[in-house]
């Protein structure tokens, strides 16, 4: 019985009051900014409290007809669920098929090939779920369909060599279908470790006149490298492997993000930031800006200023040295209401830096709402600016002439 | 099934709702709500980010799709039979209902005179999840009277959810007090796509 329930807050949760407003962060979910109702009646979530006498009061508060409040109050408490943020309403999220945990299904087909029946259900899989799956032996790219967006992008649906190499005594693999780049790995492959999870994608397709133009991608999909130069390409398979897992021993807080640097100076954002990745590359370098290869950054938790592991080269994946960047502010593309909500552009920016398991969640929330605040945060909006215009202001972001 | 509950249950929990700390609660609700009204606490979302793709989960999958396209044949409204309308049956406004464009809901609705500048169409997108999705809807139409049809809508691209708002369809020409108004078709097409 759902207004019965006694919802509370969620061990291990992560918030902060941005601006009035509620910035909340569960375990494994994606952070979420809080509703005026849902925020009202936050604080007494605290286990003793049901939800009808909490709905009750708010609407008492409100001036709105109990009923309503029950039903808006209702749902709040299983989005929160929803956002593992509460706990103390299993019996009601029994009854709900959009229930925290279950799959989401994104389409069911069926078709009868052969005359065998074949029915087809597509998922929306988290990382989480994927680790464990597959006992963190699948990096996210694998699971693409090699005929899904991502997977054409990775080129999946084409045959590739895996070379197996260990990186601070793991395995790790790097799919290509290029005999250079797999020559080169050659001398540090290692087969004996077995199997392990793909960290670099390594794209070619034919380039007009002669040559190949190479795309590195990451485990996690992001694009850190992208150009015709091999030795451009093969660093870009370093920082993937140096990359995919985060050293044990790291200052600071890990985040997943993508980042632009120009001089020494870095912006970073979401992986999403660079969505049309390979024109908006092109157009930044003109600007002098280049993409920083690993998604895998180190946020100082005092100094603006971002660490990028790097190795020195392919014969020493286990000797990190971690090149230092001033942080010059963030980018992030939303619209013009997330441009002017700073809890829902912190949240926003947020859900682009997912956090490696076991990452302190309030300690990434508070350094990062603590730097947004202080650093000029770029929210590109919609419609999309043209790929120069969007480039220069980025640039200029990092200290550029304009041109 | 719904997550709300029942009218009986809900009856029998809030019977019992009252608690001493009530009072407390419902000051600090109430300055929390900052003199929010009900509607403005109603309409608000609940809480903003559960829309988006949690984690990784968008640059895995992306689902396209398309919708059947809806045609709307303008309706002889008037007394004398020369009045067309694209509403049913004497203006009023005809709905197209909700459909499927692969994972995307669209809802459009068509009202307004076939002639006179004030035939409109609005067309609602819902399902997008951005940045990995955009939805393209596209309105055309044609007149019996010869005289062409004007779409304001054109094409419109939805990178988020959101309503077009109503746009300008009609028939040039014809129309007037003398003259019956054409029949007009008007035909909304809508896809999806991965980015």
């Not at chain 1, 945990?101 to 779920?129: F, H, K, N, W, Y």
């Not at chain 1, 002017?340 to 552009?345: G, I």
């Amino acid at each position: 019985m759902a207004a019965g329930q006694r919802p509370i807050h969620a061990a291990g949760l992560a918030q902060r009051t941005v601006h009035g407003r509620i910035v909340a962060w569960g375990d494994g979910e994606p952070p979420v900014v809080l509703g005026p109702a849902v925020q009202a009646a936050w604080p007494f979530l605290d286990g003793t409290a049901t939800v009808a006498e909490l709905a009750d009061d708010l609407a008492g508060a409100a001036g709105m007809p109990g009923r309503d409040a029950l039903a808006l109050l209702t749902m709040g408490v299983l989005d929160l669920a929803t956002a593992g943020l509460v706990t103390g309403v299993e019996p009601l999220l029994e009854r709900w098929e959009d229930r925290p945990g279950r799959p989401r299904v994104l389409s069911r087909t069926e078709r009868i090939v052969d005359g065998v029946r074949q029915m087809v259900t597509e998922l929306a899989v988290q990382r989480r779920d994927l680790d464990r799956a597959t006992g963190d032996q699948t990096s996210l790219g694998e699971a693409a369909g090699p005929t899904s967006c991502t997977g054409r992008r990775l080129q999946l649906d084409r045959p590739a060599e895996v070379v197996t190499v260990a990186v601070r005594g793991r395995p790790l693999c790097v799919r290509t279908d290029d005999p250079e780049l797999a020559r080169w790995l050659a001398p540090v492959a290692d087969d004996s470790l077995g199997s392990g999870p793909v960290a670099a994608f390594v794209t070619r397709d034919p380039r007009p006149g002669t040559g190949h133009r190479y795309a590195v991608y990451d485990g996690n999909t992001f694009l850190v490298g992208d150009g015709t130069d091999v030795a451009a390409a093969q660093a870009a398979v370093v920082a993937c492997l140096v990359s995919h897992h985060p050293p044990a021993d790291r200052p600071g807080l890990a985040v997943r993000a993508q980042a632009v640097e120009r001089d020494g100076r870095l912006v970073l954002g979401p992986r999403d930031v660079l969505r049309r990745p390979r024109g908006l590359h092109r157009q930044l370098r003109r600007s002098g800006v280049r993409p920083v290869a690993p998604s895998l950054l180190i946020v100082d938790g005092v100094e603006p200023v971002v660490a990028v592991p790097r190795a020195r080269t392919l014969a020493d994946l286990d000797e990190l040295v971690l090149d230092r960047f001033d942080l010059r502010g963030f980018w992030l593309q939303g619209d013009a209401a997330l441009r002017a909500d700073p809890a829902r552009t912190l949240a926003a920016l947020l859900r682009g830096l997912p956090a490696d398991p076991g990452q302190d969640r309030q300690a990434l929330l508070d350094r990062i709402a603590d730097l947004v605040s202080t650093t000029p945060c770029l929210v590109t909006s919609e419609p999309r600016p043209r790929l120069t215009d969007l480039a220069s202001t980025v640039a200029a972001h990092l200290g550029a002439p304009s041109r | 099934m719904s997550a709300t509950e029942g009218g009986e249950d809900v009856q029998a929990d809030q019977a019992g709702a009252s608690t001493g700390t009530g009072v407390d609660r419902r000051t600090a609700m109430k300055a929390a709500l900052g003199g929010a009204v009900a509607a403005a606490v109603w309409t608000a979302p609940r809480i903003e980010g559960l829309s988006v793709a949690p984690d990784y989960a968008a640059a895995a999958t992306c689902t396209s799709g398309n919708m059947a396209g809806w045609t709307v044949n303008s309706d002889n409204s008037g007394l004398t039979g020369t009045a067309e309308d694209w509403g049913n049956g004497g203006g009023g406004r005809q709905d197209m209902g909700a459909r499927a464009a692969g994972p995307f809901t669209i809802n459009a609705y068509v009202q307004g005179s076939v002639n006179d500048d004030n035939g409109r169409i609005s067309v609602t997108v819902n399902g997008i999840d951005p940045p990995f999705q955009r939805v393209v809807a596209n309105v055309a139409g044609n007149c019996n009277n010869g005289g062409g049809f004007r779409s304001n809508f054109g094409t419109i691209t939805f990178n988020t959810n959101g309503t077009s708002g109503e746009q300008l369809i009609d028939c040039q020409g014809g129309g007037n007090f003398t003259q019956a108004d054409p029949n007009g078709q008007v035909r909304l097409n809508v896809s999806g796509t991965c980015l």
